[in-house]
Each structure stands twice: as C-alpha cells, then as structure tokens.
C-alpha cells in the first residue's frame, strides 16, 4: 500500500512531501523518520483524505535555528564636517595690541614721548591690515586689531599733545625773556635831571619825540600800561609789623632795613586790576623779580616774613578799581654807605601791566636815616 507523508525536513526546516510503499501507516512513519522526515500527516494514496486541524502547537521537538551567516566587518570611512562657531585669533591684531601697550607707556613723558609715534604708528598699520583680513576672510577676529589700533592712536595723541602742551608753556613762559619791553612812561621829572634842549636849527624840523629814559628820577611818576606807580619814601630804619590773620602785631625789627614805600594807581576808566605786592616772593619758571642794586654794582636781597607783613602795607593782594590807588612797602637788606644811587626794578607783571619794569634811580640823597 501506498501512503503520502507529509511534514519537515529536519535538517533545513522546509516543508515536504514524500510517497512510501509500506504495509501499514506505523511503516510509513518510520520510513519517514529514517530519512530525517519530522512526519506532521500520513495519509493513503487513494482513500479519503482526512482533514485535521492545525495543531496549536508542533508536536515536533524544538529545535534551534540556524546560526547566522558570519559577515566580516567592513571598516569605512566617514567625513564628517564640523563647523565650530568659533573664530581664530588675527596675528596683526596681537601684534598691534603689543607695540599700542609699549608705545603708551612712556607717551606721557614730554618729548620723550616722542619716540612712541614711529612705534604706535606701525601698530596702527598693522592693525588696518589686522582688520581688513579678518573681515574678509572671516578665520578670525576683529576684535583683536580694533583694539591694538585704538591703543596706538591714543599712543600717539597722548604723545602729540603733551609734547606740544610742554612745548608752548616753556615758550610762552620765556616769551617775555625774549620779547624787548615796552618802555616807561616817565610822566613827572625834576628840571635839573631833564635832559638837555636840542639846539636850534635854521630849518624847522619836526618836533623830536620824548626820549626814551631807562631809570626815571626817584620823583618821578612812571606809567606802564593802565598802572602808574611813584616812590612815597625811602629810609633805612625800623617798622612794626601785622600778622596775616588776626590784629594781632608781629615782632618788630631788631635792625635797620631799608624801606621803599610806593603808591600803585589804576589809571583805567573800566578795568579792574588785581595787584599782587612785590613784597611776596614769586619762583614761577620765566618769571621777573623784584631786583636793587647800586652805583657800585651790589645787589640787595629782597627780606620777606612769613604770615607777617609791614604796617601799611598791602596784605600779599589788593583789587585796583579804576582810579583807586593803593600803597605798598617793599623791604630790602641795608645799602652799603657811601654808595652814590639805587636802582630798583620792579616787574609790571604784578600788576597786570604787561612785561616790562618799573624802572627807578634812586640817589643815595634822597633815602632818610641813612
């Protein structure tokens, strides 16, 4: 008898279906399963085929799957492109940064400062080119050439303007040094010093012009500018002092020093002219100074006293209003006896009255307590 077997190949799982000659079905099923059939269905070749259902679970022994298929490992590469949001430093830009710094270290030092600006100049240089790659380019930074770039430009104004700044004051304070004077006006003189009469000429000529008198007679009146200033007394003796704050009185004399007491007017109709006296002691740079010497080439010292000042002096400072006057006392050492003249020089400029002198002759004569 025939029988159809149908069930797996237990070696590679596939279904299959295979005929066997076999005396009964129990044959069939072993032929089956020598042949390494799992057998699921047996059936005979000509009778009613029997439909079964399908099992709810193989009745089959379980059996693992099949390894899997070894596949050597492949090794690619792969390009990936990152992009960073972060830019690189520009190498003008350091360097402009670093001579900016040098050069405004020593920009402040009057000429020397000088020396920054070929430095600070380069840096300035270096940083437009610094700026103009960066931009460009887009690899790195602006930031850094704007920075060194403003540090030399303030390098080099630093330097500009403290030089010239220094330069101008030294030159506007030796100005006067340099600049001839304006002479005196002698306003008032005695007869027998005046000097002579030209004599006369057959032609008419012009009338000549005052001349010009270096050291006006002691009684004389000389003006500069809006200021006319005259000698009141000269005398070799002792005065009273006054301190500076209070009423008190300061200590007095204790030998005899000469005194020179002048009177200061404001001869302008609307300006107002602050005197400072030439009894205070000035050391500004360029700056004249009270001078008196004698016939025999002696200079005198000037005497100042701290927070105290001659009675009837002017207290270090006065305001001159148009037309008032006021009155000074200056002090100086004793002249040596037997000199024949003084000659005080006293500056213009501590009375606003531009950069001249006041120029005075003084004899010997005329100087009470000699």
């Not at 899997?68 to 949001?85: C, E, F, K, L, T």
């Not at 005695?190 to 030209?198: D, G, L, V, Y």
Request: contains cysteine.
């Amino acid at each position: 008898m025939r029988w159809e077997v149908s069930g797996a190949d237990g070696d590679s799982g596939a279904d299959i279906t295979i005929i066997f000659d076999a005396p009964s079905r129990e044959s069939a099923a072993a032929k089956a399963n020598a042949k390494g059939i799992l057998v699921s269905e047996i059936r005979p070749i000509g009778a009613t085929p029997v439909v079964r259902a399908a099992p709810s679970s193989p009745t089959a022994p379980f059996r693992a799957p099949p390894p899997p298929m070894y596949v050597p490992a492949q090794h690619i590469n792969v390009g990936v492109a990152v992009r960073s949001g972060h830019k690189g430093t520009s190498g003008f830009g350091i360097a402009a940064l670093i001579l900016g710094v040098i050069a405004i270290l020593f920009c402040w030092v009057p000429f020397v400062g000088l020396l920054a600006l070929p430095i600070a100049g380069f840096g300035t240089m270096l940083a437009v080119v610094g700026f103009v790659v960066s931009a460009a380019g887009g690899k790195s930074s602006v930031g850094m050439p704007v920075a060194g770039g403003t540090i030399c430009i303030l390098a080099i104004c630093g330097a500009t303007l403290m030089s010239g700044a220094t330069a101008k004051s030294i030159a506007d304070a030796s100005a006067p040094l340099n600049r001839n004077p304006p002479h005196q006006e002698v306003i008032t003189s005695p007869p027998s010093i005046a000097p002579a009469t030209p004599e006369p000429r057959p032609a008419p000529t012009p009338a000549p012009s005052p001349p010009v008198i270096e050291w006006a007679p002691a009684t004389a009146t000389v003006k500069l500018g809006d200021i006319q200033v005259r000698l009141l007394e000269t005398m070799v003796g002792k005065k009273a002092f006054l301190m500076d704050y209070g009423d008190g009185h300061g200590d007095d004399e204790k030998e005899n020093k000469l005194y020179i007491t002048v009177q200061i007017t404001n001869v302008s109709q609307l300006k107002k002219i602050d005197y400072r006296s030439w009894r205070e002691i000035s050391f500004g740079f360029g700056e004249k100074l009270v001078s008196l010497k004698d016939s025999e080439g002696n200079d005198y010292s000037q005497k100042g006293y701290n927070n105290a000042y001659p009675e009837g002096a002017v207290n270090k400072y006065a305001t001159l209003y148009p037309g008032r006057s006021v009155t000074d006392i200056i002090v100086f050492e004793r002249p040596v006896d037997g000199v024949k003249f003084l000659y005080l020089e006293l500056p213009a400029s501590n009375a606003h009255a531009g950069d001249g002198s006041f120029k005075f002759q003084i004899p010997m004569s005329a100087v009470a307590g000699k």
